[in-house]
């Protein structure tokens, strides 16, 4: 056995343990929408996972298209049904085949087995892959990093037409796991940049096939793939209508990132609550952001001026970690400033640069004990984020000690407490909310369904009501109401919502019709 499989076998075993408080894990967080309520991933609906959004088998509307995502999903409900552990193991298992991609990967690009290791091996313990990996709607990072990573590999070392396919093939596939993936065609870029290497006539036709493919889907992503317009979200946000704000913030995210990566303490959901935002672009971490770049490339030119092969490698690895961090910089707008998972890529390239300048180092005694500190500390942490992520209701107390105005944090809590039977004390959160925020029917609903637990109708009544006022669309609350009329014997009310609201709005729901001709013969 080599010392490859070796490193293999290790990096399996010790990932498998760290991750392996998650399999313990619940649906959580936007599950419900991706999963277990989406209608199209528990019938197989192959066809509207490639033409309509995410949700759309949830009967919302997202810009999320992760047409692999939901096929893998619901391959694995066909098998195994609202297993929760089996999405869990299978996260982990794409978490860890990633890892090991990574590390043959950096293996032909280093030329070496123990940065590549070192690398891998943070990658996979390190406790800010939590949101990616513990969460189950999170696997479309370790799906695209996967199939990016293949992607660069075989064009690397691609010597024929069919490993030329294979490469187009992951890419595609990277892709339509997550648009991200689109990064590799700057990665590429630099890497042959970097190297002096002319392009042979074979790479030449790849590399334009691969950005011509990931320019053209980036394309209709913004257009006929874009479900939404995302503008809207942001209409009232200066984030959102200034693209030198958002660069100012992510100069600022940019170091909030390395801070994260070296000492990963304060974790948590909903961090565009906690992310400042920069309205001028002339401060202090716009300065930094540009010293601190300029002084490490010429650090790497200066200090391996003697090497070019080494210094270039050592180039290549910090611009592939800028260029992933691209996407966030506020150019394109996304769903959200800053999450967690946005560095799962990012995190391979960073680790790979500061292990690959420190090589020299790592040979000695007081490295490696270091190392093996940093890595049972990473475990621990994680250990300590998967406790949180495992209970509902304990990862949203512990997001709201960070974000307690996130009126969804907030809504999902209530609603899990409900669950459980703290009707009093979601009543509570849910109260919390509306003074937040009183324009959310979400609220209103789930604040009626306790009251229609408890029994009391007429206050549930009211909410329904509010809920249908905010939002006339808010089918949930029609369709309630209507069960609490007939539930209550309230036919005449029942009768109604059916003539008034429900019919005129639902034409062609049979169900309802049924409903409305039985309740008239009675």
Known sequence: MNRTKEFVIILILIAFITYLPSLFGNFVWDDEDVLYENSYVKDLRIDTFFTKNALAGRGKTSNYYRPIQLLFHSLIY?????????FH?????????TGIIVFIFLCYILQDEVVPLLTALFFLIHPIQTEAVSYIAGINDPLYVSFMMLALLVFFIHKNIKQAMFCILFFCLALLSKELAVVAIGIIFIHEVLFHRSFATKKYV?????????????????????????????RESVYGTSLFVRLATFFRIFFITLGLFIFPRELHLERDFTTPILTNILNPWTLFFVLLNAGIIIGVIKFMSTDIQRRNTALFLWFSFLISLLPFSGVILLNGIFYEHYLYQALIWF??????????????????????IVVILFVIRSYIRQYEWIDNIRLYKHTLTFAPKSIRVLNNLGFELANVGALDEAIGIYG?????DDTKPQIYHNLANIFVTKKQYEKAESYFLKAIQ????FYYSYYALLNMYMQTNNNKKAIALLEKEMLPRYP????????????GDK
Request: hydrophobic share 55%; net charge positive; aromatic share 12%.
């Open 432 to 436: 919390k909310a509306i003074k937040i």
């Open 351 to 372: 680790f790979a640069f500061v292990l690959y300048c420190v090589k020299p180092l790592l040979k000695h005694k007081i490295s490696i004990l270091i190392i093996t």
């Open 89 to 97: 193991l299978t996260s982990i298992l794409m978490h860890i085949i």
């Open 508 to 519: 062609n729901d049979d169900a309802l019709r049924q409903i409305y001709n039985k309740l």
């Open 470 to 473: 905010i939002d006339p669309n």
């Open 78 to 86: 066909q098998g195994f049904g609202l297993q929760s552990w089996a």
């Open 206 to 234: 790849l590399f334009a096939i691969i950005a011509g493919i990931g320019t053209l889907y980036i394309i209709a992503r913004l257009t006929v793939l874009q479900f939404s317009d995302i503008s809207l979200y942001w």
